[in-house]
């Protein structure tokens, strides 16, 4: 495990503009199980309350939805990039809710990310763990009754843990980042992005307090998903993201 900072290659690499001209023609065959393929469809400034970055937008082959990336620094060729997945989170990132931490968790990354010389956000259009945002509200009111977010999401006819992290790998092939240092509580992630031929050289802790309204969920996090929470010492949450959902199982509510 290594903790080199992070650093460019000194090989000429083109500028993040340069990315939408590379893939106009971009067709591989593609990541994982769907073949998903990823475009660099757009690059802008994007200053931010938490730093300056720069926004870059992506096309997929796979789920018509608009990923993005927040970069800072020059991550084209470089190695060790401090990288955080996250999930949007319409009612936390953007309403402020209390149900989770995913606002401070998107917060508490941008600014570990702006403090870096380089790093990637990436920003994946997966809400509600992938459930939608209408499916997040109904597993909400299960658990207003009583279920927990695991048995609330099988009551609905989800599965736990299903997730795809073809985009994000590839995403990150796109902006040529050699290896990446992941800002993440989750070991499944790590493990996932290296299927997909990331390098991770390390994982970063992603710690952040709990509230009295979310301390619930995270404590089924840790106990029930496998998260690396110790609730005994400092609190702190696991990702929203944890786990994506892609595809309902048969049957609606069951057990595992
Ligand atoms: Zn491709
Ligand atoms: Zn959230």
């Excluded at 998107?106 to 570990?112: K, Q, T, Y």
């Excluded at 902006?175 to 050289?201: D, M």
Aim: aromatic share 6%; net charge negative.
């Amino acid at each position: 495990m290594t903790r080199l900072p992070c650093t460019a290659s000194l090989t000429s690499v083109p500028r993040l503009e340069d990315l939408v001209e590379r893939d106009r023609e971009h067709d591989c065959e593609g990541f994982g199980s769907h073949s998903i393929c990823v475009k660099v469809e757009a690059v802008a400034d994007l200053p931010t309350r938490f730093g300056r970055f720069r926004i870059v937008a992506f096309w997929n082959n796979r789920d018509e939805k608009e990923h993005i990336a927040l970069v800072h620094g020059d991550v084209l060729g470089a190695e060790n990039v401090v990288t955080r997945l996250h999930s949007e989170c319409l009612t936390g990132d953007a309403l402020g809710s209390l149900r989770c931490d995913c606002r401070d968790q998107l917060g508490v990354a941008l600014e570990r990310i702006a403090a870096e010389p380089c790093g990637v956000l990436l920003y994946l259009r997966q809400e509600g763990r992938g459930i939608g945002l209408l499916n997040k509200v109904r597993a909400y009111s299960l658990q207003d009754s009583g279920l927990d977010t695991v048995d609330a999401n099988l009551a609905l006819g989800f599965r736990d843990d299903e997730r795809d992290y073809a985009i994000a790998a590839h995403a990150l092939a796109s902006l040529t980042v050699k290896s990446v240092r992941l800002l993440t509580n989750n070991p499944k992630k790590v493990a996932e992005l290296e299927k997909h031929g990331i390098k991770v050289t390390d994982r970063i802790p992603h710690v952040i307090p709990a509230n009295d309204h979310n301390r619930f969920y995270l404590q089924t996090k840790a106990n029930r998903s496998g998260h690396f929470i110790d609730f005994d010492g400092k609190p702190h949450v696991p990702e929203q993201d944890d786990p994506v959902v892609v595809a309902p199982d048969a049957g609606g509510p069951s057990a595992e």
